[in-house]
């Protein structure tokens, strides 16, 4: 909850608007996953929710527009990784 006129800063995983790059980036997630839940714990599937999350998550472009339509004056948004990540920065109007 946050008063008018609270920022609010979120970086955090997105679905990629394009389904080829979407494809690749879940593709290298689920192995990175794999790979360091093996080496740090070894489970590899220790972090395999990852990438079946973030394939249903909303894009970043989604996330804008709901920020929008809650209440939000969004200032800056940075795409990272073809939108697979990205940071809001919004002010609570």
């Keep these: 909850m946050l008063r008018p006129g609270g920022l609010l800063l979120t970086l955090d995983f997105y ?25 740090w714990h070894g489970v590899p599937v220790a972090y395999g929710y990852i990438a079946p999350s973030v394939a249903r998550y909303l894009t970043c472009e989604e996330y804008t527009a709901a920020l929008r339509a809650h209440g939000f004056e969004v200032t800056r948004v940075d795409r990272i990784l073809l939108g697979g990540i990205g940071l ?6």
């Design 88 to 93: 809001h920065v919004a002010r609570r109007t």
């Design 15 to 39: 679905r990629p608007p394009h389904a080829l790059w979407r494809r690749l980036f879940l593709a290298y997630l689920r192995a990175a996953g794999n790979l360091v839940g093996w080496l």
